[in-house]
């Protein structure tokens, strides 16, 4: 098969891509491939359904600007498709004192990046948004929500096939190699011929990579992230959206609890290494990937600085006991009896050899080829910007390498 594009991957990042992508440039030939028998089978479908504000990230990031831009786009997207949302806000609260300058530090990039309404509040006017929270101080963030980012997945995949492009599926890339004029993508079904290849594998963005960068240091960890579903009897104890300050010496916003867009509350995730790049279940074991990460320098280096907190996270894995004990410093009143397990979902979290999780969007070009190497939380808020960010990148590729018909 003949395309001008062949995007790697129909997660929410790949389809928004080609979305955005035949918006712009609408007279090109795309295809999608993915290994998956559906769109959406891993981190979009596995996420908590939370809309970002953009009020973590670093101001100037493409985090941060993505995130905002992303979110501006999302919202008419959604409207425009009828996908359900709610902008129901949160409240990001400090249970200790030690807490407040990061939560002060918070608040001061939220500003930066343009968030309006966001104020710090105190207990008293914590408690009216969140009664049942143990808090001495807030953020309140009324730009958050609750989306399914499945279905928005689902939205963009109709589009590109209302547009008469294709999406193959239960195709896995094999191997990448370079023609004259051309990049062939080698499946377990097919070759797909294509003028420019976008690689958005997600969890094997790395791998993908690999196939025409081999001097790309970068390794994406697994890291899993594991819910509990607080008992419906429960359910009042959480309004919307209540998250802890993060804890600055660890990467992740640490458990939390979400209000689902189709109903129910979710509380988590934790943040373990996986044992294989797909391993949802405590018990998934894959031998080969395993080792790769385990013989990495990075992991050694990052394991090294973080080991304290990996042995909690990974107790956390196995102890539900020790997870309610982490859930109750946010409400003290929920018990073991309140929560069952819930789903899980893998981050795909990519590491240096100098053991920093990357800690920003990191999209790496070559001839004929886009890699998206690193796309983390909030990419699924951020899709049609990254998309879009994508896009710029991709047409001037088209301009060089397609001509017009």
Same mark, same amino acid.
């Given at each position: 098969?003949?395309?001008?594009?062949?995007?790697?991957?129909?997660?929410?990042?790949?389809?928004?891509?080609?979305?955005?992508?035949?918006?712009?440039?609408?007279?090109?030939?795309?295809?999608?491939?993915?290994?998956?028998?559906?769109?959406?089978?891993?981190?979009?479908?596995?996420?908590?359904?939370?809309?970002?504000?953009?009020?973590? =990230?670093?101001?100037? /990031?493409?985090?941060?600007?993505?995130?905002?831009?992303?979110?501006?786009?999302?919202?008419?997207?959604?409207?425009?498709?009828?996908?359900?949302?709610?902008?129901?806000?949160?409240?990001?609260?400090?249970?200790?004192?030690?807490?407040?300058?990061?939560?002060?530090?918070?608040?001061?990039?939220?500003?930066?990046?343009?968030?309006?309404?966001?104020? #710090?509040?105190?207990?008293?006017?914590?408690?009216?948004?969140?009664?049942?929270?143990?808090?001495?101080?807030?953020?309140?963030?009324?730009?958050?929500?609750?989306?399914?980012?499945?279905?928005?997945?689902? !939205? =963009?995949?109709?589009?590109?096939?209302?547009?008469?492009?294709?999406?193959?599926?239960?195709?896995?890339?094999?191997?990448?190699?370079?023609?004259?004029?051309?990049?062939?993508?080698?499946?377990?079904?097919?070759?797909?011929?294509?003028?420019?290849?976008?690689?958005?594998?997600?969890?094997?963005?790395?791998?993908?990579?690999?196939?025409?960068?081999?001097?790309?240091?970068?390794?994406?960890?697994?890291?899993?992230?594991?819910?509990?579903?607080? !008992?419906?009897?429960?359910?009042?104890?959480?309004?919307?959206?209540?998250?802890?300050?993060?804890?600055?010496?660890?990467?992740?916003?640490?458990?939390?609890?979400?209000?689902?867009?189709?109903?129910?509350?979710?509380?988590?995730?934790?943040?373990?290494?996986?044992? /294989?790049?797909?391993?949802? /279940?405590?018990?998934?074991?894959?031998?080969?990937?395993?080792?790769?990460?385990? /013989?990495?320098?990075?992991?050694?280096?990052?394991?090294?600085?973080?080991?304290?907190?990996?042995?909690?996270?990974?107790?956390?894995?196995?102890?539900?006991?020790?997870?309610?004990?982490?859930?109750?410093?946010?409400?003290?009143?929920?018990?073991?009896?309140?929560?069952?397990?819930?789903?899980?979902?893998?981050?795909?979290?990519?590491?240096?050899?100098?053991?920093?999780?990357?800690?920003? =969007?990191?999209?790496?070009?070559?001839?004929?080829?886009?890699?998206?190497?690193?796309?983390?939380?909030?990419?699924?808020?951020?899709?049609?910007?990254?998309?879009?960010?994508?896009?710029?990148? !991709?047409? #001037?590729?088209?301009?060089?390498?397609?001509?017009?018909?």
């Amino acid at each position: 098969m003949e395309a001008d594009v062949c995007i790697i991957g129909a997660g929410i990042v790949g389809l928004a891509t080609a979305y955005q992508l035949l918006e712009k440039q609408n007279d090109i030939r795309v295809i999608i491939l993915d290994k998956e028998l559906e769109v959406a089978q891993h981190q979009t479908g596995h996420n908590s359904g939370v809309i970002h504000s953009g009020i973590y =990230y670093k101001p100037g /990031s493409l985090k941060a600007l993505n995130c905002r831009r992303g979110y501006e786009l999302l919202l008419p997207f959604c409207e425009q498709n009828d996908i359900p949302n709610e902008i129901c806000g949160k409240v990001i609260v400090a249970t200790k004192e030690e807490e407040k300058p990061a939560l002060d530090k918070i608040l001061k990039h939220g500003l930066a990046n343009g968030l309006e309404g966001i104020r #710090k509040i105190s207990k008293d006017e914590t408690l009216e948004i969140e009664p049942h929270v143990n808090a001495i101080e807030s953020i309140w963030v009324p730009q958050a929500g609750i989306i399914n980012y499945k279905s928005v997945a689902n !939205a =963009y995949k109709k589009n590109i096939l209302d547009k008469g492009q294709n999406i193959l599926l239960g195709h896995k890339v094999i191997d990448i190699k370079s023609n004259q004029g051309e990049v062939i993508v080698v499946t377990n079904n097919k070759e797909i011929r294509a003028k420019l290849v976008i690689n958005c594998a997600g969890l094997y963005s790395d791998k993908i990579a690999k196939m025409t960068m081999p001097d790309n240091k970068i390794k994406i960890l697994p890291f899993r992230g594991e819910y509990y579903e607080l !008992a419906e009897e429960k359910q009042n104890l959480v309004n919307n959206l209540i998250y802890p300050v993060p804890n600055p010496n660890f990467p992740f916003l640490g458990v939390h609890y979400t209000r689902m867009i189709e109903g129910g509350i979710e509380a988590g995730p934790n943040a373990v290494l996986a044992f /294989s790049r797909e391993g949802y /279940s405590r018990w998934d074991f894959n031998l080969k990937e395993l080792t790769e990460v385990l /013989s990495y320098s990075g992991f050694h280096r990052l394991a090294y600085k973080y080991w304290r907190q990996g042995l909690d996270e990974l107790y956390r894995s196995y102890s539900k006991k020790a997870f309610v004990s982490a859930l109750q410093h946010l409400i003290p009143e929920v018990g073991m009896d309140d929560l069952k397990r819930g789903g899980s979902g893998v981050r795909a979290m990519a590491c240096a050899p100098d053991g920093e999780l990357v800690d920003d =969007y990191v999209i790496l070009e070559q001839k004929r080829m886009i890699n998206v190497c690193n796309a983390p939380s909030p990419a699924a808020t951020s899709s049609l910007a990254i998309g879009e960010t994508i896009t710029e990148k !991709a047409i #001037k590729h088209i301009h060089e390498y397609i001509k017009p018909a």
